[in-house]
């Protein structure tokens, strides 16, 4: 069998249903071709359930707040965890059906089967050649699981494995303390599992400056006892696995592991494309067009591990699609760098991060939010707000945080720096209070006393012309 098409689309994820999507707008001659189920990993097993799993981890975290609140009787609240695991499978299946109606009514535009590149511009598919004008890679990525751990059967849990477990038992570790490896950490802690939380860096969550990290470990070890900068050693233990790390032994009924994910590149024959792969099989390729070398293929999302993010994700399939249908090949703009860890306190990076700075250049304005009021009406605290601002002009150019809210607060930096704001035009903008907010504010006070221009007292803009008409 044998077909032409104008765009063919490998992988039915984020990334491939946003090119999808694209692509539709100005051809109808496509396919896609995807292996393994559909519905994005996002749906099936990464962002929404394990959300899912937070919401219902932090309700039960609350029962250790309620008697400071006032409440009586919390000490016989228990959690049942097959019921709260039921939640998030169900829940999971929702979102999953969701995301398959983008691919339902394609008929034979859809195929299932693996693709391997014969040419850049062929590929067969389970003995089917498909010749096309232009080829879209996002074929996603996948857990990484160390060869000889996986001897260990199905006491090892990978962070998909998890979503599909109808009961979990009573002692955990997690390896591997990234976003993902922390938000689950800390919300399997926070369903009565007692968990172990082991990192081969000293860094958690994605942080990179080392006063934010010091600050959410401090935070996060108030609950999980947590090993940085030490390599976990498994072995088994009758029943159970025995971790040792650092010298220090516990035995734990699973294992799960976080320990990053590898891009679903290595049998899709990218050797045949012509063009020279890096040491992990990675061809070169332009992260403002997705285009790999000069071409007539693309490849987005986790397929090609820059900004392994869901919203980056959909924006690289959007590149991706534009070009594939688009005679002449585009870059373009990448949003402001964002990434948020659901744990708490929130974990968050927007812009530039601690690594990347000139630190000769660079201001920093500081808030610790263990006295911020409102911080302390919800017993939440915690943490550390760091921003940075260039020391000769004020601008925003990034920021680190562990902070009560932080999803929000990195939202409203991300947007500022993305409108080229300095830190003086932030302390003109309204804050309320009592809000987390202010906490902000107080870190941009402080980066703008440092700058080199100096920073008026008063934060109000003044009008241009003199009252009366100054109301007007």
């Given at each position: ?113 693996r693709a391997r590149f014969r040419d850049p511009r062929t590929i067969e598919v389970e003995g089917e050649i498909i010749t096309a004008g232009r080829v879209i890679i996002a074929t996603g990525s996948s857990p990484i699981v160390p060869g000889a751990w996986k001897a260990f059967g199905d006491r090892i849990l990978t962070t998909e494995d998890l ?45 990179t400056d080392p006063e934010v990290n010091e600050a959410a470990v401090a935070a996060v070890s108030r609950e999980i006892e947590l090993h940085l900068g030490a390599r976990a050693e498994l072995s088994e233990a009758g029943a159970k696995l025995k971790i040792v790390v650092a010298g220090t032994e516990s035995l734990v009924d699973k294992v799960l ?216």
């Amino acid at each position: 069998m044998a077909r032409n098409v104008d765009v063919a689309i490998i992988g039915a994820g984020s990334a491939g249903l946003s090119a999808l999507s694209q692509v539709r707008k100005e051809t109808g001659n496509f396919i896609l071709i995807n292996a393994g189920p559909y519905g994005t990993s996002c749906a099936r097993v990464a962002c929404m359930p394990t959300k899912v799993l937070i919401e219902a981890a932090n309700g039960c975290h609350s029962r250790g707040l309620m008697a400071d609140l006032g409440m009586e009787g919390v000490e016989r609240l228990r959690v049942n965890r097959p019921a709260v695991l039921e939640r998030v499978m169900r829940m999971r299946d929702g979102f999953v059906k969701g995301m398959e109606r983008a691919t339902d009514r394609l008929g034979d535009k859809s195929i299932s089967g693996r693709a391997r590149f014969r040419d850049p511009r062929t590929i067969e598919v389970e003995g089917e050649i498909i010749t096309a004008g232009r080829v879209i890679i996002a074929t996603g990525s996948s857990p990484i699981v160390p060869g000889a751990w996986k001897a260990f059967g199905d006491r090892i849990l990978t962070t998909e494995d998890l979503f599909y477990q109808t009961d979990l038992p009573d002692a955990m570790a997690v390896i591997g303390l990234g976003p993902s490896g922390l938000e689950l950490a800390q919300a399997l802690n926070r369903i009565d599992i007692r968990v172990s939380g082991v990192d081969e860096k000293q860094f958690i969550g994605g942080l990179t400056d080392p006063e934010v990290n010091e600050a959410a470990v401090a935070a996060v070890s108030r609950e999980i006892e947590l090993h940085l900068g030490a390599r976990a050693e498994l072995s088994e233990a009758g029943a159970k696995l025995k971790i040792v790390v650092a010298g220090t032994e516990s035995l734990v009924d699973k294992v799960l592991l976080a320990m990053g994910r590898r891009p679903n590149i290595a049998d899709l024959g990218l050797e045949n494309l012509g063009v020279e792969l890096d040491e992990h099989g990675m061809p070169p390729f332009n992260p403002e067009s997705m285009q790999i070398a000069d071409l007539p293929v693309f490849i987005a999302g986790d397929a090609n591990n820059h900004l392994p993010l869901l919203h980056e994700a959909i924006d690289e399939g959007h590149i991706a699609g534009y070009n594939a249908t688009h005679d002449a090949v585009h870059c373009f703009r990448r949003r402001v760098p964002l990434a948020v860890a659901f744990s708490d306190p929130n974990i968050v990076r927007v812009g530039k991060g601690f690594a990347e700075l000139d630190r000769e250049k660079t201001v920093t304005g500081a808030f610790d939010f263990g006295a911020q009021p409102r911080a302390r009406m919800s017993n939440s605290n915690r943490g550390l707000l760091h921003v940075y601002a260039d020391r000769e002009s004020g601008a925003v150019l990034g920021a680190e945080m562990a902070a009560p809210a932080g999803e929000h607060l990195g939202h409203l930096l991300a947007m500022a720096i993305q409108q080229n704001m300095t830190v003086f035009s932030l302390l003109t903008l309204p804050y309320y209070h009592p809000v987390i907010e202010e906490g902000l504010r107080t870190a941009v006070r402080a980066a703008a006393k440092q700058v080199d221009t100096g920073v008026s007292e008063i934060d109000l803009l003044l009008c241009d012309s003199m009252p009366p008409d100054c109301l007007s």
